[in-house]
C-alpha cells in the first residue's frame, strides 16, 4: 500500500474516532460549541459596532447630501448646540453660492433649547435643535409635512428679523410623543426656560431625519427661527456651513481653494469629515479598537483553554492508546479533528446568531441612542469570526493534542 | 479449546513478515538490527522472545519544571535479569511496588530504563527512541490493562481495530480480523456493544482481543484479572495463555495473587525491584 491511501486510511479513523469521541459527551459538546460561538459572537458584534459607527458617521454625512463642510473645527455631531461659533454665515453662504464651481451652500446651527406644549417652564424639556433653512425628501416624514423659510428671510443687505419668521417646527417622534404634541399644536421654544414661552411655534410635521444624524431625539427648525429665539441674529451665528459642488467641479479641488479663501475655517470633503471627526475622539477610537482586541484576545483564550480542557478530559483514553501503539501524531490529530468540529459548528452558530443579536443590539441602540443600525456586521466581520473559530480551533487543538499525546503516559492508565 | 493463534494473513498483516526483516525495517536499525534479531526472533524456535539483562530504573520525584530544591529518585527496579521464550507464559510475582509493572512497562517499551538492557526479538529497545519503541510495541506487543482502558466511545469492535488504524490496514479489513478476534474470545454476540454495555469480564476479554489485533510477539498483562470474580479471571486467564501457547507468543503476567499465576509456566517472584529467585 502507497503512503497516500496509508494516510487516507489514517485520516478516516481519526475522523471516526473524533466524531465517536464527540458523540459520547453531547453535553460537553454542545457546551463546547456554544464557548465557540460566543467567542465568534464576541468577535463579530464589536467587530460589526466598529464597522457600525463609521457607516453611521458616514451616512449621517453622505444623507446630508453636502459635498464640502466648512466649520471653525471638524464638526461634532454629538455637539448640544452650545456651540456655534461661525458669525456672518449667511453672507458667507452667499459668497460660496456666488461661485461658479458651488451650486448652493447653507448654515446649519445646533442649539440645546427647551420645549413643551404647556408655558409652564417646569414642564418644559431639554432637547438638542438643528436649525437648516428648509426641509427635503430624506426627512421621510411620519407625520405632516415640512416647512421653507421664504427667500426675503435670508435675502443678503437687507435687516433680518428679530423675530422667529415661520414659526413652524419639525419633532422627533419621541420628543412629541414625551411632550405630547402632534402636527397643528403648538409648542413653546425657547433658550432657556425663561425665555421659551415667549415663543410659540406650530408643530408641521413628525421626523428623526436628524436624529439618526445626531444621535439624540431633536426638534427641527427653520434656521432664522432658531436664530431669532437664541438671539443670535445680530451675529448670524451657525455651527458649520455645508456646500454643494457643481457636477463639473473637482470636489477636492474646490475644497482646497476654498480651504486657501477662508484660513480661518477648516474646509473639508465630506469623507474628510468622517475621518476628522473619528480622528478628534482617540479616546473612542481607542476604546473601540481595544474592546475589538480584546473580543479576539479573549476569543483566542477562551479557544485556548476549551480545547486544553477537552485534551485534558480525554488524557486516560488518549494515554490508552498511545500504549497500544497509536502515534502522537495520530492522537494529536483525534483532537485536532475534534477541534475542527467543534469550530465549524461553533463558528457556524455564532455566524448564523449574529445578525439575530445585532438586529436586537440595533433595537436598544434606536431606542437609547437613536442610532439605526448601528450593528453592522459586514462580510469580511462574518469571516473573520469564522476563520477565528475554525483556525484558532484547529491549530490550538492541534497543539493540545500534540501536547496531550506527549503527556498521556502510562501514569494516566494507573492508580 | 478456541484457537487464539489467529496468525494474520498477509492480506490483514501491514507488515507481513516476520522475523529479522520486520524488526529491521519498523526501526530503520539497518544492518546492526538484523545481526541483532538474527537468530533470537524466530518464536518457533525456543529462544527468548524477551530478555531483561541487568535493568535498573529509577523514577524521578523531583525533576519537573518546578523544582523543589532537591530531586529525589525512587528505584523501581534494581539489576533484574530475566528471559522470556516464546510460547511461555512467565508470571510476575509481588505486592504493590516491586516493581511488576516496571518491567512490563519496559519490555511494551513505554519507558527506557536508566541501566541495562532490553531485548524485544533481539532488538535493543533501550537505544531506540520513543517514536521506534511505539513502532515496536505496535507491532510486536500486545498489552492487557487491569482496568481494560477501553475507548468508551466506541463498540467494542472498534476497540479492537484501533491497533491496526495506525499500520494503515484499510476499514474492511480491521472490521474482519476484529470480528474474528471477538469471535474466538467468545464475544461474537458483543461485537458491536459499547464498553459500557458488557461487563467486566466481557470487557477484558474484547482487550485481550485488541492485544492480539496487531499479531504481537509478545503479550504483557498488568493484573488481568484484578477487576473480575474468580470464575471470570480463570476464564480471562484461560484465554491470554492460549494465545501465548497456541500463537507461541510469549507472556508475561504480572499479578499479586497465586491463583492468577497459577498458571504460568514460570513465576518469578520480585520483591523491592529486585528478582528474588530465578522461577518456581
Redesign the interface.
Known amino acids: 500500500?502507497s503512503a497516500l491511501?496509508?494516510?487516507f486510511?489514517?485520516m478516516?479513523?481519526?475522523v471516526?474516532?473524533a466524531v465517536?469521541?464527540l458523540?459520547?459527551s453531547p453535553g460537553r459538546t454542545a457546551l463546547a460549541v456554544l464557548a465557540v460561538a460566543l467567542a465568534v459572537l464576541a468577535v463579530t458584534l464589536l467587530a460589526g459596532l466598529g464597522a457600525g459607527v463609521v457607516a453611521t458617521g458616514e451616512e449621517g454625512l453622505e444623507s446630508a447630501d453636502q459635498d464640502i463642510w466648512i466649520s471653525s473645527d471638524p464638526v461634532d455631531p454629538d455637539a448640544s448646540g452650545t456651540e456655534n461659533p461661525l458669525v456672518g454665515t449667511h453672507g458667507t453662504a452667499a459668497e460660496l453660492t456666488d461661485r461658479e464651481d458651488v451650486t448652493y451652500a447653507t448654515p446649519i446651527a445646533l442649539y440645546d433649547v427647551y420645549v413643551g406644549t404647556d408655558p409652564d417652564p417646569e414642564t418644559l424639556e431639554r432637547r438638542p435643535a438643528v436649525g437648516v433653512q428648509e426641509t427635503h425628501d430624506g426627512f421621510d416624514f411620519e407625520a405632516g409635512g415640512g416647512f421653507e423659510t421664504p427667500d426675503e428671510a435670508y435675502e443678503p443687505g437687507q435687516p433680518r428679523s428679530q423675530e422667529p419668521v415661520t414659526d413652524e417646527i419639525v419633532l422627533d417622534p419621541r420628543v412629541a410623543e414625551s411632550v405630547d404634541a402632534e402636527v397643528g399644536d403648538t409648542l413653546y421654544v425657547g433658550t432657556s426656560r425663561q425665555t421659551a414661552p415667549e415663543y410659540a411655534f406650530t408643530v408641521v410635521g413628525v421626523s428623526d431625519y436628524y436624529s439618526q444624524f445626531l444621535g439624540s431625539e431633536t426638534v427641527t427648525l427653520p434656521l432664522v427661527d432658531l436664530q431669532a429665539v437664541a438671539g443670535t441674529t445680530g451675529t448670524d451665528r451657525a455651527t458649520f456651513l455645508t456646500a454643494d459642488v457643481a457636477d463639473d467641479a473637482d470636489r477636492e479641488a474646490v475644497a482646497a481653494d476654498l480651504d486657501e479663501s477662508y484660513p480661518e475655517y477648516d474646509v473639508r470633503p465630506s469623507d474628510e469629515q468622517v475621518g476628522a471627526m473619528i480622528g478628534d475622539r482617540p479616546l473612542v477610537v481607542a476604546s473601540g479598537a481595544t474592546l475589538v482586541g480584546l473580543a479576539v484576545v479573549g476569543g483566542v483564550v477562551l479557544t485556548v483553554n476549551l480545547f486544553a480542557l477537552v485534551a485534558a478530559q480525554q488524557r486516560?483514553?488518549l494515554?490508552?492508546?498511545?500504549?497500544?501503539?497509536?502515534?502522537r501524531g495520530?492522537l494529536a490529530g483525534t483532537v485536532a479533528a475534534q477541534g475542527v468540529v467543534i469550530g465549524l459548528l461553533g463558528g457556524l452558530v455564532g455566524v448564523l446568531a449574529t445578525p439575530l443579536l445585532a438586529s436586537g443590539l440595533n433595537r436598544v441602540a434606536a431606542s437609547v441612542a437613536s442610532f439605526d443600525r448601528l450593528v453592522r456586521p459586514s462580510s469580511d466581520v462574518y469571516v473573520l469570526g469564522l476563520a477565528i473559530a475554525l483556525v484558532v480551533g484547529v491549530l490550538v487543538a492541534l497543539v493540545a493534542g500534540w501536547r496531550a499525546g506527549r503527556y498521556a503516559?502510562?501514569d494516566h492508565?494507573?492508580g | 479449546m478456541i484457537d487464539l493463534s489467529l496468525r494474520r494473513t498477509a492480506s490483514t498483516s501491514a507488515s507481513a513478515s516476520t522475523g529479522p526483516s520486520r524488526a529491521e525495517s519498523e526501526t530503520g536499525a539497518g544492518t546492526e538490527a538484523r545481526t541483532e534479531t538474527e537468530g533470537n526472533t524466530n518464536r518457533h524456535d525456543g529462544t527468548a522472545a524477551v530478555r531483561l539483562e541487568s535493568v535498573s530504573h529509577e523514577y524521578g520525584t523531583g525533576g519537573g519544571r518546578l523544582r523543589s530544591g532537591r530531586d529525589r529518585t525512587v528505584t523501581a527496579l534494581e539489576d533484574v535479569s530475566l528471559a522470556v521464550g516464546a510460547g511461555e507464559v512467565v508470571g510476575l510475582k509481588g505486592p504493590s511496588g516491586s516493581g511488576k509493572s516496571t518491567i512490563l512497562h519496559a519490555v511494551a517499551g513505554l519507558l527506557a530504563p536508566t541501566e541495562g538492557r532490553v531485548d524485544l526479538l533481539g532488538t535493543d529497545l533501550t537505544d531506540r527512541s520513543e517514536r521506534e519503541r511505539t513502532r515496536l510495541r505496535r507491532n510486536h506487543v500486545g498489552i492487557v490493562f487491569q482496568r481494560f482502558h477501553l475507548l468508551p466511545s466506541l463498540s467494542a469492535r472498534a476497540n479492537v481495530a484501533l491497533p491496526l488504524v495506525q499500520t494503515g490496514v484499510g476499514r474492511s479489513t480491521r472490521r474482519e480480523r476484529a470480528t474474528e478476534l471477538l469471535e474466538a474470545v467468545g464475544l461474537d454476540d458483543r461485537i458491536t456493544h459499547l464498553p459500557s454495555e458488557l461487563s467486566g469480564g466481557e470487557c477484558q476479554r474484547v482487550a485481550i482481543a485488541r492485544a492480539l489485533a496487531t499479531d504481537p510477539d509478545v503479550i504483557v498483562a498488568d493484573e488481568p484479572t484484578g477487576e473480575l470474580d474468580t470464575t471470570t479471571g480463570a476464564s480471562v486467564l484461560e484465554l491470554l495463555t492460549d494465545a501465548g501457547r497456541d500463537g507461541n507468543r510469549a507472556v508475561l503476567v504480572a499479578s499479586h495473587d497465586d491463583a492468577t499465576l497459577a498458571v504460568a509456566d514460570r513465576v518469578v517472584p520480585l520483591r523491592d525491584g529486585r528478582v528474588v529467585s530465578d522461577g518456581y
Do not use: D, K, N, W
Open positions: 500500500m491511501p496509508f494516510a486510511v489514517r478516516r479513523a481519526v471516526g474516532i465517536a469521541q458523540r459520547r486516560a483514553e494515554a490508552a492508546l498511545r500504549a497500544v501503539g497509536l502515534s495520530l503516559t502510562i492508565l494507573e
